[in-house]
């Protein structure tokens, strides 16, 4: 008997030393090739849209589109000087020259690539996906609906529970107003925290975009945040999106301490960064596109503040302490001045975890500024009758409603 199990024994060694022999990519055969995150949508327009998702193994994919009902499909890939990106797992796939007001499906490709030398390529199994659908947003359109969360920070379950809390049936996009997550420390992390559950509940077939939060900039993978979010072509955090008569302008508010405080060891630079949204702002508020817009929107995680708002009786108690962080001081003295000449309707913020409303003041800030808190969703729909504003709490409580 004891004779057997050396036998098996043997066996088995032999067989670990077999395989650690074998190329990865032999042994790699084994495993199913999977699309295993996404797709979900970003950076949606009137004439483009970025498919993100990623693969269970390195590999060559794309994406197929064709107008809905349509027989004529086009593959698309992302191209970088004279290459197409290929053994990788991670893919935005840009898709430019779509018709404005218009309803597309679309489905990824992907071939496993089990080696990948100088002259000769071994592919092992190709997958695709099933047809999702989506629309391009319309330059005429006189209304947009879309929901707002923020401060979620890693909870995917609390986000699942405020996104049922909307109408997603209703909404044409999602915005993430900061701190969805507490800092950037685990690889896949986006995926766990919200993109799982966004393209569960609605990302296949319509964007989100998500507005950074002071704790989206900290962790030592912060820095590759930006190759799971592309809210706009040029690769910005910051950017502003066009629906029809409604512009919204998403800001990207930095740290809220001092870039010197000691907990950023010297790693941030976040004072010049906001100043390079305000030279960018300022051009934005004069372009004949947004002077164009009937109704006007900001989001920001952090709610600017100056000190004459604590001349308000119910800003009274709460801005002196917001005036001694760097955070929204900085927006403050940089963005109101510019912000209060473009005929904002309304700014959305978030920061506080606490339900806030800065209300207007003359000279001061010319538009009210809703910070939400970190247990509530908004609905926001922009028509021509102004910008309804309802918050529904998790509990399912009303807890603002409003025109502005």
């Known amino acids: ?27 790699a055969q084994g495993r199913s090739y999977t699309i295993n995150h996404g797709p979900y949508l970003q950076g949606l327009t009137y004439d483009g849209v970025i498919v993100c998702f990623t693969t269970s193994d390195r590999g060559f994919s794309g994406v197929e589109i064709r107008e809905k009902g349509s027989s004529e499909v086009r593959l698309c890939r992302t191209s970088k000087d004279g290459l197409f990106e290929a053994d990788n797992t991670l ?3 840009a898709i430019e020259g779509l018709k404005p007001a218009t309803e597309y499906e679309y489905r990824i490709i992907s071939k496993q690539m089990l080696s990948f030398e100088p002259y000769k390529v071994v592919f092992g199994e190709e997958i695709e996906s099933e047809w999702y659908d989506f629309r391009t947003f319309g330059p005429k359109a006189d209304e947009v609906t879309f929901v707002v969360a923020n401060d979620i920070h890693d909870d995917a379950k609390k986000c699942a529970d405020l996104l049922d809390l909307m109408p997603m049936d209703e909404a044409d996009m999602v915005f993430y107003n900061g701190d969805i997550m507490s800092h950037y420390s685990r690889e896949g992390q986006p995926f766990t925290s919200f993109i799982d559950v ?29 190759n799971y979010i592309h809210n706009t072509r040029e690769g910005r955090y910051y950017g502003v999106y066009y629906f029809g008569t409604t512009a919204v302008v998403m800001l990207d508010c930095g740290e809220d301490k001092d870039d010197e405080h000691p907990v950023y060891a010297g790693l941030v630079d976040f004072d010049r960064y906001r100043e390079e949204q305000a030279e960018w702002l300022k051009g934005v508020v004069r372009s004949k596109e947004f002077r164009r817009a009937e109704r006007r929107i900001v989001i920001v995680h ?4 100056v000190e004459r708002m604590a001349q308000v009786e119910q800003n009274a108690k709460r801005v002196p302490d917001l005036m001694t962080w760097r955070g929204n001081a900085h927006l403050g003295e940089l963005l109101l001045p510019i912000l209060n000449k473009a005929d904002i309707d309304v700014m959305l913020s978030a920061h506080l975890h606490s339900h806030v409303v800065f209300p207007p003041q003359e000279g001061v800030v010319e538009f009210p500024i809703i910070a939400n808190d970190n247990v509530s969703a908004m609905l926001v729909r922009s028509s021509e009758k102004g910008v309804y504003v309802k918050i529904v709490n998790r509990e399912g409580k009303t807890t603002l409603e409003e025109t502005y």
């Open 302 to 305: 952090i709610p600017p503040t």
């Open 1 to 27: 008997m004891k004779t057997f199990f050396a036998s098996i024994y043997k066996a088995r060694i032999l067989l670990v030393a077999l395989l650690l022999l074998l190329p990865a990519g032999i042994v």
């Open 198 to 226: 966004s393209v569960e509940k609605f990302a296949r077939h319509k964007p989100f975009a998500v507005v950074r939060g002071n704790h989206e900039t900290r962790g030592h993978l912060a820095r590759e945040y930006g």
């Open 91 to 93: 893919n935005s796939i």
